[in-house]
């Protein structure tokens, strides 16, 4: 008797990151002058746009000295090193997996804690921390580049609303994620209610065994929130190194238009940087759509779109297939170490 096929069910995810592919190809088949494209890609500066994956490795070193200062804040002991290596990973995890622009948060957090065997809630605090610091750069960058498009340009009115929406939305993001942190109450609450959603699907679970540990993790990640609030001087070096790697990651898109010998107004590469980071919140960032939204958005914002295309292709280079193949391995090395220590623990149990 043969086994019975299994019915076929089409990858949502992979079916958008099609899409997203298709749609990027016909703009360029449809508005884009190929030929000229190809001869601005050509004369690329190699040396000056090699400084931008220098630029892009010092703006996860930055990442990594955030994270590992508020780490020493809570009194995790980690290493500088640690802290690089696990960055990296969490920018694998972010460029991959879709989510609500929370996988890289995650995936440290766990990552940490199986290596180490720290208190996850601490490494949680940790990792909240530095993604609020984040979001409020981002926010900021924003709102600069905004303004400074709406003082020097003659800007259409339906564009800068629709970037004062996605301002707005992600200033409300920021509250939500502020109060969360700081009110024991709300993640109680939405504890309950993911609780109440496993139930509808597994009636047969019994979630009070999960319900005592996330609890529990809750509780220490609530104090860790309160142990940075009570330390405003330890904010201090975290928050210079957040901004400085903010200026990293956002240059290598200047270092791109550089490369092609093209100037740039400063608040087009905010605008389009920040736009272009929000694809993170809804997991599709790996191929197509992204450069799509930068290309679009570089052309409505006056760059000729051979350029914008040439820029697209040059700063997704490094930030997603170069940051892919250092994260990746950055990834293979952490959990090969971790089975190994594992490994040593249980032979010595």
């Known amino acids: 008797m043969e086994p019975s096929k299994k019915p076929f069910r089409p990858n949502l995810i992979l079916i958008v990151l099609i899409a997203g592919l298709i749609a990027f190809i016909v703009y360029l088949i449809f508005f884009v002058d190929m030929a000229q494209v190809a001869k601005t890609l050509s004369e690329t500066n190699l040396a000056i746009y090699a400084a931008a994956f220098l630029t892009y490795i010092m703006f996860t070193l930055c990442s990594a000295l955030v994270w590992h200062s508020l780490l020493a804040s809570l009194s995790v002991k980690i290493t500088r090193r640690k802290a690089f290596l696990l960055t990296w990973v969490g920018l694998f995890f972010d460029a991959t997996v879709p989510q609500l622009g929370w996988s890289a948060e995650v995936s440290k957090t766990y990552m940490l804690s199986k290596d180490s065997n720290v208190d996850s809630g601490r490494v949680g605090a940790s ?5 609020i610091f984040t979001m409020t750069t981002t926010i900021m960058a924003l709102s600069l580049g ?21 301002l707005g939305l992600s200033i409300l993001t920021l509250a939500v994620v502020y109060y969360v942190s700081f009110k024991p109450s709300a993640t109680k609450t939405l504890l309950n209610w993911a609780i ?3 139930l509808f699907f597994r009636k047969s679970w019994n979630p009070q065994n999960f319900k005592t540990k996330a609890e529990e993790m809750l ?3 609530h104090v860790g929130i309160e142990q940075l609030k009570a330390k405003p001087k330890a904010l201090v070096q975290p928050i210079v190194f957040a901004v400085l790697g903010f200026v990293f990651e956002v240059s290598v898109m200047f270092i791109a238009f550089a490369a092609l010998g093209q100037p740039v107004p400063v608040e087009v590469v905010l605008i389009v940087f920040t736009l272009t980071g929000t694809l993170q919140t809804i997991g599709v960032a790996l191929v197509g759509l992204p450069e799509l939204i930068m290309s679009v958005t570089l052309w409505q914002l006056g760059i000729d779109s051979s350029i914008a295309v040439s820029v697209a292709l040059l700063t997704r280079l490094v930030n997603l297939w170069f940051r892919l193949v250092v994260s990746y391995g950055a990834l293979q090395w952490t959990g090969i170490k971790i089975i190994k220590q594992n490994q040593t623990i249980n032979k010595q149990a």
């Open 196 to 198: 109440k959603v496993a």
């Open 219 to 221: 509780g220490s990640f």
């Open 127 to 131: 990792v909240v921390g530095q993604k």
């Open 146 to 166: 905004l303004g400074l498009l709406l003082f020097r340009y003659s800007f259409p009115l339906a564009e800068a609303l629709l970037i004062g929406l996605v």
